[in-house]
């Protein structure tokens, strides 16, 4: 046992806690609480601060993944623990929601673990939740379900995230990439149940894919540029499936291209084969030839003289317009949203319009309609100067 937990008071907090160190304790000082990757799920003792507080200009005095909320240690436990939860020790015993800088500051204070259920902001609370679920006990719904039939949430869920990066950043966004990271744990568990892979083989393969790819940060070679950060991390890709043996298995899919889910939307497809080719130096250099290619494109679409080549020669058109997106810095797939988004929002208008006129849409012409639409156009402009 280490010779601090041999202190009588201390002895005496853990047994109050009910704290076994054998399971697990945390000892902390409180100036580096916020630093420190603790675990509400284990016993958490609080020593006084260590009077050497960390440069305010470090940019990991707050712990990566907590330091959206500031470097107050009492706001974060106060974020972790649940309101009633007991603290012991200081001044005297409290709870979490009672806490004062003042109380914690004079340890030690002792924070008994929380039980799985009560440790949702854990990063093992989620895993921990999930297999529960999956247990003989737990939700018959959830214990059917398996990779392919969680093939469909998975979509739904990144498209929700998605159309709640377009409305902002704002806390629906936390709440959607919740329920993203679900459908993540939820795979890894079933691997896990297969002994195949678990979580932290994720965690782990992820970590140091990046690492490896980022050998200008982590390592020796120089990139100054985006575009040379994309030429190397394309080579580096390349060097690894080279490395594991993958082979390219469809003759008309180049070696450039492997791993380019071919489930990906249509437009982020084209984006992202766009890209790698690009990267690779095939490309053109200005947004000039980029036009002069949709002009090309749209005048043989206009030359089609049957449905197979004008659906080719749209096809065409589709294609170098994601090129155009992509030289401008915009997003395909968010841009064609907007417009739609947009087209939806204002032939809104033009219903309420034509209904406060008393007119059914389908009644007018298309010169009725037209007007109409100018009319919504005309309106959204008044209103978006009057902000």
Known sequence: MPSFLTDPAL????????????????????????????????????????GKPLAADDPYATLPGRHGHGTDPVALLQRLYPPDHPVLG?????????????????????LPALAPERDPASMFGLPWLVHRLRQPDGCPWDREQDHQTLKPFLLEETYEVYDAIDAGAGPELAEELGDLLLQIVLHAQYAAEQGIFDLSDVQRGITAKIIGRH??????????????????????????????????????????????????????????????????GYDWPDLEDVIDKLAEEATELLAATDDEQRRDEYGDVMFV???????????????????????????????????????????????????????????????????
């Open 11 to 50: 002895a005496a907090l853990l047994e109050r806690a009910g704290a076994d160190p054998d399971e697990g304790l945390q000892v902390i000082a409180l100036d580096r609480l916020v630093a420190r990757p603790f675990d509400p799920g284990m016993a958490l003792m609080l020593l006084p601060p260590t």
């Open 90 to 110: 200081g001044t005297g015993d409290t709870t979490v929601s009672s806490l004062t800088p003042g109380h914690v500051a004079t340890g030690p204070n002792l």
């Open 215 to 280: 050998p200008h940060v982590f390592g020796d070679v120089q990139a100054d540029t985006p575009d040379e950060v994309v030429r190397n991390w394309e080579q580096l890709k390349a060097a690894e499936r080279e490395a594991s043996g993958q082979r390219v298995r469809d003759p008309d899919m180049p070696e450039a291209f492997r791993g380019l889910s071919k489930s990906l939307p249509s437009l982020a497809y084209a984006d992202e084969m766009q890209a790698r080719a690009a990267a690779l």
């Open 321 to 387: 317009l994601v090129n155009l997106g992509r030289k401008l810095g915009i997003d395909p797939e968010a841009a064609l949203r907007s417009a739609s988004r947009k087209f939806a929002s204002r032939f809104a208008r033009v219903e309420r319009l034509a209904e406060e006129q008393g007119t059914e849409l389908k009644a007018l012409g298309l010169e009725a309609l037209d007007d109409l639409w100018q009319l919504a156009k005309r309106q959204e402009t008044i209103e978006k100067e009057g902000r």
